[in-house]
């Protein structure tokens, strides 16, 4: 081959392999992958989540985490997880990676008595895909694993596997997306699926609904109603299938969002109706939303409720397809039973109550509501006559039981849902035809109703349906509590030990409501049902959260006891809103998550001695009471050695604690004022410090003191009301050049300019002459200035800003009060009615965005000047405690107000520059 020739072929491969690169490019992966394409299509569930490290905060909030981990699947997860993070030799490394992805579960039937998982999990840069094969030749390395791969039309899958068991997974990567299963079966679906890439995805029904778009939204969840049956049937029993089928044929598809708040998790979304012949749908199609009435009829016994909603009950029944006899029973009691059909109306129930134990069989009836009592009598009365049957009854208080002598009554009246009353006994409660299976469960039912055990007397149950649809087409009703023996006679026996396992979990959210309401246009093509699912368990904690305004920018949280500490403002990653920590009369400490919910409460000895500290980012809560020192952590359970118990003649005035920890000294200190000038200093073991047992001062303390590294060495300043200030090493010892004197009185702490070196560190206190005075830690004066004027009965104090980069200077005399720069140009002033000290507080948030709040405690109000030295809405805020809570959220162009007003902890939400 000539030399020519061979450039020309070279160059022309080079031009192909560009060619095919930018086609790439341009065609295909600039076309983003659709997830939900890749879902095959027999999947029952598919959840979205976007943001994950919010969801694991709620799910941690809602204490739904500590459950979830106790299922053995989830445990199965978890150790993968964990296996993942020490292959890859760090913390969190799997919950970091999916991050803020859009990561899709999808659950599958795969066997007669099996279902499986399948997860998409995109991957987002080079970076990532990178630590996938990090990943995977970890586990490559492991004895432990074998790993595997293999083509399968055309694209490589890797089989990680347990060396013994075989347990494991499947994976391959599709554009970027990580397909991963179990199931081998489930991830070779998803493959065939894309060799036909014109077939609508399972959320072809849904795809203008994007629910990530609204606020709030933990996650979305796909449902297949014509699935569901399938899925049903690997737990429950074969007996228990039609119901199940019945009930889920009202639609055949839905999406819900899902939202995690506190004592509740609240699915609302949509369905499109079930459009088969013989549905559920079809029979129900036209009738009218309706309310649930019989709540002054169930018991309180109930464990499962299908109540539907309509207008004339006839709409349930089978069509006849032959006549029946002429002498037969059906033929004689044919027209009474058309007769009593066509006088029920509005809504019908079918109700199973609490079994006392699995083996037992649980009660069923069937209730019905008729305008008519009368001529409801006069046809059960015929129907008896006309089938023979005893005319005796038995009486449960005002109520009489009567055999109906008509096999299978409810179901002739209300259609096949109502099968299994193969002798039925009747009674009339009011307006309500109440059948039965036999007169003891009936019996059982109605000692309830005459002892006023309903719904409607049960205030735990009736603010669980106020939190429900008005007006729904069907409602179906769980009591996770009453229904667990029902739940466990109707599964099948291989999942009962799974059940029993899950116990704790499936009792979580007692209270459990599925709604379906019609659309006011039903008739249009494009018709859906509005759906609620809400799992709740009943609100027994310390406070109920209620809006403050119509608007929804406010909030309160109203406590059943008084609140007697300021809100601490917890920084919340994942969230723009802090966490609050408020103390009520009862000396209860409350954790309230940014979603205004109370998430743990723990109580103290004694009243909290502001402020609540924070040790670094997930160190825990520390703060004292008069005497004791307390850690909690994020579930508010105490840290191992603590609480740390003080001398019983020491009454805690503040708490300092050092600064981050070093390498030489991990722990943190605990610098404890007993008060009587008296210092105390530990570590966070309990360890007392020589020298400190206690240090006494000779003059009471003009503020807390500080704690300071500087260059590796413990400096405490501690500042006396009679001008001197000191500086102590952690020894005890007193550092060179200290004491030193302001030249007056002191009422107030320092404002602290850290360096590397003591000469360089300065402090700047502010006399009771007036004179901002300005010191370095090697004991020399800086500088000395006048900030206002002083007189005998003025007092001045330093008050830094939230995040200490700056500081005004206040002076009160008598009812004025009034607030400097540290130059001393006058900010603001204010006179005053009453002439007690009033807390002062600075933010400022930066770029001029400086907010001022004067507590006045007399008349319990709050003055918001912001940096004009304006008043904020024009009037003050109530607030009953020395200091609020104040945040500004820069994205919304907003702050946001936590204050304390007896009961209440209300948060409000403001704008202004």
Request: include cysteine; hydrophobic fraction near 40%.
């Amino acid at each position: 081959m000539s030399q020519k020739l061979l450039v020309f072929l070279i160059g022309l491969l080079l031009v192909s392999a560009l060619g095919s690169y930018v086609y790439y490019r341009r065609s295909v992966a600039s076309v983003p992958v659709d997830s939900w394409a890749l879902v095959p299509d027999d999947a029952v569930f598919v959840m979205a989540t976007h943001d994950h490290p919010t969801l694991m905060r709620h799910l941690k909030e809602t204490q739904l985490w500590d459950n979830l981990t106790a299922v053995r699947y989830f445990q199965q997860v978890e150790d993968n997880v964990t296996l993942a993070d020490s292959v890859a030799g760090g913390r969190n490394v799997v919950l970091r990676f999916l991050g803020r992805k859009k990561v899709l579960t999808s659950v599958h039937v795969t066997g007669p008595a099996s279902f499986d998982v399948l997860f998409q999990v995109p991957i987002g840069s080079v970076r990532e895909y990178r630590q996938v094969r990090t990943l995977v030749d970890g586990l490559r390395r492991d004895a432990r694993y074998v790993i595997s791969s293999r083509d399968f039309h055309g694209e490589e899958l890797t089989d990680v596997r347990e060396k013994g068991t075989g347990h494991g997974l499947t994976f391959f990567n599709y554009r970027n997306h990580l397909i991963l299963s179990a199931s081998s079966a489930l991830v070779e679906a998803v493959i065939q699926r894309l060799d036909h890439p014109g077939l609508p995805s399972v959320a072809a029904d849904f795809q203008n609904t994007d629910f990530f778009q609204l606020k709030d939204v933990d996650a979305t969840l796909l449902i297949n109603y014509r699935r569901m049956p399938q899925f049903l049937s690997l737990f429950f029993r074969s007996e228990v299938g039609p119901g199940l089928a019945a009930v889920t044929s009202l639609a055949r598809n839905g999406q819900f969002e899902m939202k995690l708040a506190g004592n509740k998790v609240v699915f609302n979304g949509f369905a499109n109706p079930e459009v088969a012949h013989g549905t559920l749908h079809q029979r129900l199609r036209g009738q009218p939303a309706q309310r649930l009435r019989m709540a002054e009829v169930l018991s309180l016994r109930t464990a499962v409720l299908v109540h539907l909603g309509l207008d004339k009950a006839a709409v349930l029944r089978e069509a006849r397809l032959s006549a029946p006899p002429a002498d037969s029973l059906a033929a004689r009691t044919g027209p009474l039973i058309d007769s009593l059909a066509a006088g029920l109306s509005q809504e019908v129930g079918l109700c199973y109550l609490a079994a006392p134990s699995a083996r037992s069989r649980p009660a069923k009836l069937a209730l019905v509501y008729c305008p008519s009592q009368v001529k409801a009598a006069i046809w059960l009365g015929q129907l008896r006559r006309q089938t023979g049957a005893s005319p005796s009854f038995e009486r449960v208080g005002p109520y009489q039981i009567y055999q109906t002598g008509v096999p299978e009554l409810p179901a002739r009246l209300l259609g096949s849902l109502f099968k299994g009353f193969a002798a039925p006994v009747v009674t009339q409660v009011g307006n309500y035809l109440v059948f039965g299976e036999d007169a003891a469960g009936l019996r059982g039912w109605l000692t309830d109703v005459v002892a006023g055990q309903v719904w409607s007397r049960s205030p735990t149950q009736v603010a669980f349906l106020q939190e429900t649809q008005p007006l729904a087409r069907m409602s179906v009703f769980l009591d996770t509590r009453n229904s667990w023996n029902v739940l466990l006679r109707a599964l099948v026996e291989e999942r009962r030990a799974g059940l029993l396992r899950n116990e704790t979990l499936f009792k979580r959210f007692p209270q459990v409501a599925l709604q379906f309401v019609p659309a006011a246009n039903e008739n249009d093509a494009d018709a859906q049902y509005y759906t609620q699912l809400v799992l709740r368990h009943p609100a027994l904690g310390p406070a109920v959260a209620r809006p403050q305004t119509q608007n929804g920018t406010s909030g309160t949280l109203a406590f059943k006891t008084g609140l007697t500490s300021s809100p601490t403002l917890v920084p919340v990653a994942g969230t723009t809103r802090p966490g609050a920590l408020v103390q009520d009369a009862q000396h209860v400490l409350h954790y309230v998550t940014p979603d205004n919910v109370v998430s743990w409460s723990d109580s103290l000895p004694g009243p909290v001695v502001e402020p609540v500290q924070r040790l670094g980012a997930n160190g825990g809560y520390l703060f004292a009471t008069p005497d004791q020192l307390h850690l909690l952590d994020e579930r508010g359970r105490e840290a191992p050695n603590f609480p740390l118990n003080l001398p019983d003649t020491v009454q805690i005035s503040s708490l300092t604690v050092s600064p981050g920890g070093t390498a030489t000294n991990p722990a943190a200190r605990l610098l404890v004022a007993g008060g009587g000038g008296n210092l105390f200093l530990y570590d966070a073991r309990g360890t007392a410090y020589p020298g400190w047992q206690p240090k006494r001062m000779e003059f009471a303390l003009a503020a807390p003191p500080h704690y300071l590294v500087v260059g590796g060495r413990d400096v405490l300043v501690v500042p006396l009301e009679n001008g001197y200030v000191y500086a102590f090493d952690q020894q005890g010892g007193v550092y060179p050049g200290f004491p030193i004197s302001m030249g007056a009185r002191l009422h107030t702490g320092a404002f602290v300019e850290a360096a590397a070196t003591l000469s360089r560190t300065r402090l700047t206190v502010v006399t009771q002459h007036g004179e901002r005075v300005t010191f370095n830690l090697s004991g020399d004066i800086v500088s000395r200035s006048r900030v206002a004027t002083w007189s005998r009965n003025s007092v001045f104090r330093l008050v830094p800003d939230q995040i200490q980069h700056s500081y005004v200077v206040v002076r009160e005399e008598g009812g004025r009060l009034s607030l400097f720069e540290p130059g001393g140009r006058l900010l603001l002033s204010q006179t005053f009615v009453t002439s007690g000290p009033k807390p002062v507080q600075y933010f400022d948030f930066g770029a001029g965005r400086r907010v001022f709040v004067l507590t006045e405690p007399g008349p319990r109000k709050a003055y918001l000047y912001d940096s004009q030295g304006r008043l904020v809405s024009g009037q003050p805020f109530d607030s009953s405690a020395p200091r609020v809570g104040l945040t500004h959220d820069k994205a919304a162009a907003a702050y946001e107000l936590y204050r304390v007003m007896g009961p209440e902890l209300r948060r409000t939400t403001l704008k202004f520059e």
